[in-house]
Nanobody, 126 residues
């Protein structure tokens, strides 16, 4: 069965930290081409952190220094650690896997992935 299941979201105070997890089936997991996105109502889904087709980590400029993407290949799990949370980080966070084509660093933050999870909500209060 193919799946991506996010967890770890919640309501936190500004300045706090969270670690989001994305559990994957064997088919949907890879050390390459996996990413985290976020979306708020009325706006497009945007990439925040990703591994590109060469396994290089990439981050959106708005989150550099606060977001860290990592993975545990034995557990087939992708993580997103978020430090110094800000109210503007409030969003639904999604993980994605399997690039639709070979992706460069910039392209890995685009939405061209074949598999998506259902999302986990992060709410940051000031």
């Amino acid at each position: 069965q193919e799946y991506l299941v996010e967890s770890g979201g919640g309501s936190v105070q500004a300045g706090g930290s969270l670690r989001l997890s994305c559990a994957s089936s064997g088919y949907t997991y890879s050390e390459y081409c996996m990413a985290w996105f976020r979306q708020v109502p009325g706006k497009e889904r945007g990439g925040v952190a990703a591994y590109d087709s060469d396994g290089v980590m990439n981050y959106a400029d708005s989150v550099k220094g606060r977001f860290t993407i990592s993975q545990d290949s034995a557990k087939k799990t992708l993580y997103l650690h978020i430090d110094n949370l800000k109210p503007e980080d409030t969003a639904m966070y999604y993980c994605a896997s399997q690039c639709q084509f070979r992706m460069t660093a910039t392209q890995s933050l685009g939405v061209s992935y074949n598999y998506w999870g259902q999302g986990t909500q992060v709410t940051v209060s000031s």
